[in-house]
C-alpha cells in the first residue's frame, strides 16, 4: 500500500490545470517508444501502472508537433517546437489539437513558452516563460518579485544524461530520473521516473520532460 505525506498550505503550482495538482508527492514512470519512422509516443504511468496521459507526435520533423491527450482522448494540450534553431524553441497552446495560426498568434490561448537557457549549452538547461494572460488569469502564481524578462520556471539538467530538476526560484517543484540503457536505446524505448511534490502541475512537468527529450533528438 502506498502511504501518502499530505501537505497542506503549500501554494498551489497550476499552469495547465489544477486538477494535474495533488497535496501530496506524487511518483510518476514515464515510457517512451518510437513507433516506425516517423511516430513518437509517450505514456505516463501512476504507481498502480494506470495510464493517466498519452503523448503523440512524429519524429525528425522541421515543425515538432506533440499532443497531449487523457486516457480518454481528450487533448489538454499542444505543444509545437522549432529544433533546428540555436535556442530550441517550443510553444504550448491549452487543448487546442490543431490551432490555426491567427489563433497560435493569440496570447489568449497560449500557456507558456520554453526556450534553452544557452544556445550552445552541453547541459540540458531551460527557461520557461508564462504567457502574459496566463499569468493575468491566475493570480497565484504572479510573482510581483520577478525581474522584468526573467524566466517563470528553470530546468536544471545533467551534463551526462537527460535527468533534471524543475525550479520555481528556490523552491523544487519535480525531480526527474533518465533510466538510461543500451539495449532500451536500440529498441527505441526510453524510461524516466519522476517525483512531482505536493500541488504542482505534473502535466506540466511532463511536458518539459517532453522538450527535454526531444531537444536531445538528433
Known amino acids: 500500500m502506498e502511504i501518502r505525506e499530505w501537505e497542506y498550505g503549500v501554494p498551489q503550482v497550476s499552469v495547465i490545470g489544477d ?23 509517450f505514456e505516463v504511468f501512476d504507481p ?51 490551432p490555426s495560426s491567427e489563433r497560435m498568434n493569440d496570447n489568449n490561448n497560449l500557456l507558456f513558452t520554453v526556450k534553452q537557457s544557452h544556445p550552445l549549452q552541453i547541459k540540458k538547461d531551460l527557461n520557461v516563460y508564462l504567457s502574459d494572460h496566463h499569468i493575468l488569469s491566475n493570480g497565484n502564481m504572479n510573482n510581483p518579485t520577478k525581474k522584468i524578462g526573467a524566466p517563470d520556471f528553470n530546468v536544471i539538467g545533467s551534463y551526462t544524461s537527460l535527468s533534471f530538476k524543475v525550479y520555481k526560484g ?49
Open 170 to 218: 528556490h523552491r523544487i517543484l519535480a525531480e526527474v530520473k533518465h533510466n538510461f540503457t543500451l539495449e532500451s536505446f536500440y529498441k527505441g524505448k526510453e524510461r524516466y521516473t519522476i517525483k512531482v511534490y505536493p500541488e504542482v502541475d505534473y502535466a506540466f512537468i511532463i511536458a518539459l520532460l517532453v522538450i527535454i527529450d526531444e531537444n536531445d533528438t538528433p
Open 48 to 98: 498502480c501502472g494506470n495510464v493517466i496521459l498519452h503523448v503523440e507526435g512524429g519524429v525528425w520533423n522541421y515543425r515538432m508537433k506533440r499532443v497531449f491527450r487523457e486516457p480518454s482522448g481528450f487533448p489538454i494540450l499542444t505543444m509545437y517546437g522549432k529544433t533546428i534553431t540555436l535556442w530550441h524553441k517550443w510553444r504550448a497552446y491549452i487543448n487546442e489539437e490543431s
Open 19 to 41: 486538477g494535474y495538482c495533488f497535496p501530496y508527492c506524487k511518483e510518476l514512470v514515464v515510457k517512451k517508444k518510437i513507433k516506425g519512422l516517423s511516430n513518437a509516443q
